[in-house]
């Protein structure tokens, strides 16, 4: 089955600490995106790739970092910069079109920091 | 500045209609998208409008006006797993989704 996953759905770190959160896709899908979700808020955009070695800052991309080496991959590490961290973190796919760019979810990771 | 407005909660009986309001001011539009998500779980995908009008699928229906910068989805014959919040999304002019707070729909038996 084609999907997006990712891992792990729950992870507790300690603040201070750096974590990466894990995303791929196998639907041959060239543009790969991270959002973050608090309560009452809309999804924000915190990075998004449309190619391989390349990426872009989205909205709130300030103590985050990504990494394209694969076109299935596109992990994200909350660094301890970030001053508040805990959030639903989400991961999603979708074709490169000019017309139609539905976008695919992961299943998503909560982050929680103590 | 982009903006986009929806009601933050609705409430609704089984059985019943609703229609959830999305306005929108953006950078450009290149369509717009409505997603149901569950609580703690990921959106998925309803309907996807760029032209003026109503497209309906099933029990959902999703209506644009370009001009007033307006969107609806109707929900129809309401059941108890259609309670979720819906999200409503604009493609802007870059082709990047900017996503409303979304509505949350409790439906009441």
């Known amino acids: 089955d084609g999907g997006i996953t990712q891992s792990p759905k729950y992870l507790f770190r300690k603040e201070g600490q750096n974590v990466t959160l894990s995303c791929e896709q196998n639907?041959?899908?060239?543009?790969m995106y991270w959002y973050r979700q608090d309560p009452g808020q809309g999804l924000r955009l915190i990075y998004y790739s449309q190619i391989v070695n390349d990426f872009q800052k989205g909205d709130i991309a300030e103590g985050y970092s990504v990494s394209r080496e694969k076109k299935e991959s596109f992990p994200l590490t909350v660094t301890s910069a970030q001053k508040n961290p805990t959030a639903f973190y989400l991961c999603a796919s979708s074709m490169i079109r000019t017309d139609y760019n539905e976008q695919f979810f992961g299943p998503g990771t909560r982050l929680t920091v103590l | 500045g982009q903006n986009i407005d929806q009601p933050t909660e609705m409430t609704a009986t089984e059985g019943a209609i609703v229609q959830i309001n999305c306005t929108y001011q953006t950078s450009g539009f290149n369509g717009l998208f409505w997603y149901q998500q569950h609580a703690g779980e990921a959106p998925t995908f309803l309907s996807y409008n760029v032209l003026d009008g109503l497209e309906e699928k099933g029990r959902f229906s999703s209506f644009l006006s370009r001009s007033k910068g307006y969107s609806y989805l109707l929900l129809k014959e309401l059941q108890m797993k259609d309670s979720a919040s819906y999200l409503c999304a604009v493609m802007d002019s870059n082709y990047q989704l900017i996503w409303g707070a979304g509505t949350k729909l409790i439906i009441k038996p």
């Open positions: 639907l041959n899908h060239d543009a």
